[in-house]
């Protein structure tokens, strides 16, 4: 629970906010922080400068004794630590990660709620069931090399071509670091070759596969996408030879004849495309991803509690949601496996950790080492502070699945999702799940955007809501302002999800095309 007053501003009193009434310390909620002497509502009075979404002792805290937030240690005092200081990481020892053994598996069972029925979009149905919120040709890249090449041809296609098809949203290269130089063979290279495999059958392509190869690189076009990956209209019929353009054919003379040819076979797939419109469809169709960038204090405190709310409207409604991020998560595992549907669900989240564990210290380091300078600046001490108010996202309702790195979405409900925190890894492995729809919150700021799926940004602070007016769509900081709830907010993002996934609204990352290179996740060795 949190206890707030109205928000301070330079005219408004001191403002703090604790997030569980047995937290012994609360953060600042003032724009700009609150100098020493000031005199909270409870009549503490503040021993040193504490910046906005820092932490102050409410209590003298003993060297040694947990610093309590969310109600959970999230460190511990180096040295007495008297009531009224900042506290900040340099004043704490971050605690050991929770064990992956005697976790309570599957023990939570979420309040059953009624069905939300009756909200729709209209999106584009694909042969295979699946629906995409955009209408999008995606040229598919076997390896880094053809890059330039592919990008010089879609620069044309877009010039050239797209205006003669206007039912066609875009067209994007699915460029990425992968393809050769890599030890193609060893163990953790199935996760990036799944993974773009997987991007290229995400529902916003419209079932049309497309590929552009050098012809001599490791990974080969027939591995990528071998007989039967694409689904067929009419499982009747034979499937057609997959639809390539290899550079290095003898049949190309010059660099115009390579981007001369990817025009000519993309013409076939915008038409196709082009033929298709939007059709009513049910809520239950959305596939979501929800994660994390540029995070600060508030993002435990407005916008991820905001978008958990929304993940639970979503699955009453037949949904999907995938959560993801590992080291953000990580240290809230034993509330992941209690809220499991199942024990098999518990055990592959416990597995996914466990995995993920064994990659850091091949490397290492810890799970502390996600926790960024503007983290910290922001008011998060500690991975562990950040993974409570990361987890939120994933609201209340039970854990149905489990994906490995790469893999596709399997099931409507809440999935976790495995993946690296990096946001761009991140993005990356929830296109290749199959998500039609993004959602992003940010404290810090940050104008990250896809090509290939909306991404709805949600603002933690209405002062970073207020600078970046032109790339937030959705201002959570009304939450600690104290002009909405987490339900107003949480609803608010619901109902424009039906709005962007139904083409009627853009989201500004659209608006600005601003989008980020997809980054491919290649645990295996490069050569």
Request: glycine content about 10%.
């Amino acid at each position: 629970m949190t206890e707030a007053t109205s928000l301070a501003t330079p005219t408004r009193p001191p403002h703090t906010i604790r997030m569980h009434v047995r937290d012994n310390v609360a953060i600042v909620a003032n724009d700009g922080g609150l100098p020493p002497g000031t005199v909270l509502p409870n009549g503490l009075v503040l021993l040193d400068k504490v910046p906005q979404g820092h932490k102050v002792a409410l209590v003298d805290l003993p060297a040694d004794g947990p610093v309590l937030r969310y109600g959970i240690p999230i460190g511990y005092a180096l040295k007495d630590i008297p009531a009224g200081s900042w506290v900040h990481e340099r004043l704490l020892q971050m605690p050991d990660a929770r064990g992956l053994t005697d976790l309570p598996m599957a023990t939570v069972k979420a309040e059953a709620q009624p069905p939300l029925e009756g909200y729709a979009f209209e999106g584009y149905r694909n042969a295979d069931g699946s629906v995409g919120t955009r209408n999008i040709l995606a040229i598919t890249q076997t390896v880094q090399c053809v890059a330039g090449v592919t990008d010089f041809a879609v620069q044309r296609i877009k010039a050239e071509l797209l205006p003669r098809f206007p039912n066609v949203d875009d067209v994007v290269a699915l460029e990425h670091s992968y393809g050769c130089g890599v030890a193609i063979d060893a163990p953790g290279a199935e996760i990036p070759i799944r993974t773009l495999r997987n991007i290229s059958l995400n529902p916003n392509f419209g079932g049309e596969v497309m590929v552009v190869s050098l012809g001599c690189e490791k990974l080969q076009p027939e591995r990528l996408m071998p007989p039967g990956t694409i689904p067929l209209i009419d499982e009747r019929a034979p499937a057609p030879p997959l639809d390539l353009v290899c550079l290095q054919d003898d049949a190309h003379v010059g660099f115009m004849s390579m981007v001369d040819s990817i025009l000519r076979q993309a013409t076939p797939h915008l038409e196709r495309l082009n033929a298709r419109r939007r059709v009513t469809v049910p809520a239950s169709e959305l596939v979501v991803g929800v994660q994390c960038g540029g995070s600060d204090a508030f993002s435990g405190v407005t916008a991820n509690p905001a978008v958990g709310y929304c993940t639970d409207l979503l699955v009453r409604a037949g949904a999907s949601v995938m959560f993801s991020e590992t080291t953000e998560v990580r240290d809230g595992i034993d509330q992941l496996t209690s809220r499991a549907s199942t024990p098999e669900v518990a055990e592959a989240m416990i597995r996914e950790m466990a995995w993920y564990d064994a990659y850091l210290q091949r490397g290492k380091v810890d799970r502390s080492a996600n926790t960024t300078p503007g983290n910290k600046k922001g008011g998060l001490s500690n991975i562990v502070e950040k993974a409570m108010g990361s987890i939120v996202k994933s609201g209340s309702v039970a854990i149905t699945g489990v994906l490995s790195p790469g893999e596709k979405i399997k099931q409507k409900g809440l999935t976790y999702a495995a993946t690296p925190a990096s946001d761009f890894i991140c993005g990356t492995l929830q296109l290749a799940a199959g998500m039609n729809l993004h959602v992003f919150t940010t404290g810090r700021g940050t104008p990250y955007g896809l090509a290939q799926v909306p991404v709805i940004k949600v603002a933690t602070r209405s002062d970073l809501a207020r600078r970046w007016h032109d790339l937030m769509d959705v201002n959570a900081g009304t939450i600690a302002d104290g002009d909405a709830t987490i339900e107003d907010v949480g609803w608010e993002l619901f109902k424009l999800m039906l709005e962007v996934a139904s083409g009627r609204k853009k989201t500004w990352a659209e608006h600005w095309k601003l989008h980020n290179a997809l980054v491919l996740f290649n645990p295996a060795p490069v050569t």
